[in-house]
């Protein structure tokens, strides 16, 4: 027996209202997450920089190499693109329509990979960037204490802006593949029938 949820006379198995609640999830992820770095984000840099300062180092070496925890609203495209394609997704896999199943077949791999390694360096912003210095054989990036500036950038942005930035990068990684495993099973392909 498949589990099913009726709605308007229409039996869903539960493995699709939970694919599309997922993809519901890591849409608001998506639409959250930049409007707060747009707004906190000058705060975060300055905070960063301000403590690089501290430890002895010119405030544009965080510049120099590219260490941003800023973002202009240009940067806001993408991931409200992403959010309105999850958005649509999510309908059409509730609808039963086929186009939503076949549409995210193709995107939750795309974001499993490539959000995957977008999310992976915003959840682990330190462990990130201390790899990332060490690799450049520079001593000056070798002496920053990363933990200090990058603790000092979060503490401006609010307190739950880390675990949701943490949900995102399970949602994109683990919650890709269990939607696809969800939108592929028997129960699945007899509702898209």
Same mark, same amino acid.
């Given at each position: 027996?498949? =589990?099913?949820?009726? *709605?308007?006379?229409? +039996?869903?198995?539960?493995?699709?209202?939970?694919? /599309? $609640? %997922?993809? #519901?999830?890591?849409?608001?992820?998506?639409?959250?997450?930049?409007?707060?770095?747009?707004?906190?984000?000058?705060?975060?840099?300055?905070?960063?920089?301000?403590?690089?300062?501290?430890?002895?180092?010119?405030?544009?070496?965080?510049?120099?190499?590219?260490?941003?925890?800023?973002?202009? =609203?240009?940067?806001? *495209?993408?991931?409200? +693109?992403?959010?309105?394609?999850?958005?649509?997704? /999510? $309908? %059409?896999? #509730?609808?039963?329509?086929?186009?939503?199943?076949?549409?995210?077949?193709?995107?939750?791999?795309?974001?499993?990979?490539?959000?995957?390694?977008?999310?992976?360096?915003?959840?682990?912003?330190?462990?990130?960037?201390?790899?990332?210095?060490?690799?450049?054989?520079?001593?000056?990036?070798?002496?920053?204490?990363?933990?200090?500036?990058?603790?000092?950038?979060?503490?401006?942005?609010?307190?739950?802006? %880390?675990?949701?930035?943490?949900?995102?990068?399970?949602?994109?990684?683990?919650?890709?593949?269990?939607?696809?495993?969800?939108?592929?099973?028997?129960?699945?392909?007899?509702?898209?029938?």
């Amino acid at each position: 027996m498949v =589990a099913t949820v009726s *709605l308007v006379g229409q +039996a869903r198995p539960i493995g699709v209202t939970t694919a /599309a $609640v %997922l993809q #519901l999830l890591l849409a608001v992820t998506f639409l959250i997450m930049p409007i707060v770095v747009i707004r906190h984000g000058a705060k975060a840099q300055a905070a960063a920089e301000a403590d690089v300062v501290r430890q002895g180092f010119p405030p544009d070496v965080l510049a120099r190499n590219h260490v941003q925890f800023g973002e202009q =609203a240009v940067g806001l *495209l993408l991931p409200v +693109a992403i959010a309105l394609c999850l958005v649509v997704l /999510a $309908v %059409l896999n #509730l609808r039963g329509n086929e186009i939503g199943r076949i549409g995210s077949w193709i995107l939750q791999p795309i974001l499993l990979v490539a959000g995957g390694l977008v999310t992976y360096r915003q959840a682990y912003a330190t462990r990130f960037l201390e790899s990332a210095f060490k690799k450049t054989g520079d001593p000056t990036l070798a002496r920053i204490d990363v933990k200090a500036f990058v603790n000092a950038a979060m503490r401006a942005y609010p307190a739950w802006f %880390l675990p949701v930035v943490r949900a995102r990068f399970v949602l994109v990684t683990i919650g890709s593949v269990v939607i696809h495993i969800l939108l592929t099973g028997p129960a699945a392909s007899a509702y898209f029938d």
